[in-house]
Structures are given as C-alpha cells and as structure tokens.
C-alpha cells in the first residue's frame, strides 16, 4: 500500500526542517538559530516543526544522529570487508575508518560544526548514549570479529575496548573540529590512532608485519 497524501506531505515538510536544521546549525550556530529561522528556511509553519520535534534542541540531535548513523554504516562496512582478507588486514580496515571519521571534520564543514556543538548542546551523559546507541555496537561487532581473526591481543575485554576506542575516536574528532590547524592536527590524530591501534594487536602478527616492513 502506497503512502497516502498526508504521510507524503509530513516527510516533505520533515526533510524540508532537517535541511533546514543542517544549514543553519552548521552555519549560524546552534545559540543564535531560534524556531523561527529553521521554520522561515524550510518555508513551513511553527506548528508543523512542533508536530515533528518537541523543540530546537530535539532538532539538532536529530541531524546530529544523522552524522552518527553514517558512521555506524561505515564501521558496520569495515566489518563486512574482512571477509576472505589475509590476517594483520583488520589493523588497516580498521585504522581506514578513524581516518575517514576523523577527516570528515576538514573535508565536511556541515559535519564539523555539528560534532563540535555536539557535547554542549546535547550534555556531556546524551552525547556519549547516544554515541553508545548507534555507534557502539558495530565497534564491537568489528573488533570481536577482529579477536576471531587473531588480530588482536586475545584476552582484550572487547566491550570494554570498544567503548575505549569509541572516546579515543570521538575525543580525535572534537580536536580536529576545535583545531586552529585542522588538517595539522588531523595528521597528529591519525598518528596517534596508528599507536592506539597498535597496542592491541597480537605480539605475533606485530613482529610479524614489523620483519615485513623492514
């Protein structure tokens, strides 16, 4: 059965707000947008913004959440890729996607002044469940995926982990955002990844691709 008038009608006028919340928190800042510049945007009364969002700030996390289901899909993608590759490839895939999550917030303005607002706008306890909600379970889909793969140090608590790895990826991204020098300290977040990365690898496969790269 096809959507009928009305429902076609309601996800116009969400999708119109939700651009319209992405243009002007990436761009006026979440402070100075009131409910009447998104709804003027979007070119739709208050009341259909009220009749989708409880107010400005459910608003905002909704097109934060956005951000955050693009990198679930990225993490949950990486974990897909390791089937059929050699063994040590895990440590690569892996180090692939904090780059790219990590980068996004030089290369995407819209990105990196969502992320940056993010823990203020929302509170420090929502920020991090709703990172935990979405982000969380393919972290640690991937890196048990990686325990399986003798990748990493096998008797690493892989939650525990994960929900390191989580803040190590979202702490790395709020300093780019907050960078004078972005692109600098991008170089200096990757680096620093590459050790966090390589602490968890098993001994053997370390050893191993250190006598590979010599």
């Known amino acids: 059965m096809g959507l009928s008038r009305r429902q076609v009608s309601a996800d116009g006028t969400r999708r119109a707000l939700m651009e319209s919340a992405r243009d002007c928190f990436s761009t006026t800042g979440y402070e100075a947008t009131t409910v009447e510049a998104l709804t003027s945007r979007a070119q739709v009364s208050k009341g259909a913004f009220y009749r989708h969002f409880v107010d400005k700030k459910a608003a905002f996390e909704a097109v934060f959440l956005e951000r955050l289901v693009w990198v679930a899909a990225l993490i949950g993608r990486a974990c897909e890729q390791l089937d059929g590759q050699p063994r040590g490839a895990g440590i690569g895939i892996v180090s692939r996607v904090a780059?790219?999550?990590?980068?996004?917030?030089?290369?995407?303005?819209?990105?990196?002044?969502?992320?940056?607002?993010?823990?203020?706008?929302?509170?420090?306890?929502?920020?991090?469940?709703?990172?935990?909600?979405?982000?969380?379970?393919?972290?640690?889909?991937?890196?048990?995926?990686?325990?399986?793969?003798?990748?990493?140090?096998?008797?690493?608590?892989?939650?525990?982990?994960?929900?390191?790895?989580?803040?190590?990826?979202?702490?790395?991204?709020?300093?780019?955002?907050?960078?004078?020098?972005?692109?600098?300290?991008?170089?200096e977040v990757v680096a620093a990844s590459g050790a966090f990365f390589s602490g968890l690898m098993a001994a053997d496969l370390r050893a191993e691709l250190a006598a590979t790269n010599q």
Do not use: K, W
């Open 99 to 187: 780059t790219e999550f990590a980068a996004l917030s030089v290369t995407d303005p819209v990105h990196r002044e969502l992320l940056r607002q993010a823990p203020e706008v929302l509170g420090a306890d929502r920020y991090q469940a709703i990172d935990d909600e979405h982000v969380l379970p393919p972290l640690v889909g991937l890196l048990t995926s990686m325990v399986d793969r003798g990748e990493l140090v096998p008797t690493v608590p892989v939650a525990t982990t994960a929900r390191l790895l989580l803040r190590v990826l979202c702490s790395g991204n709020t300093l780019v955002c907050q960078a004078a020098n972005p692109h600098a300290m991008l170089g």
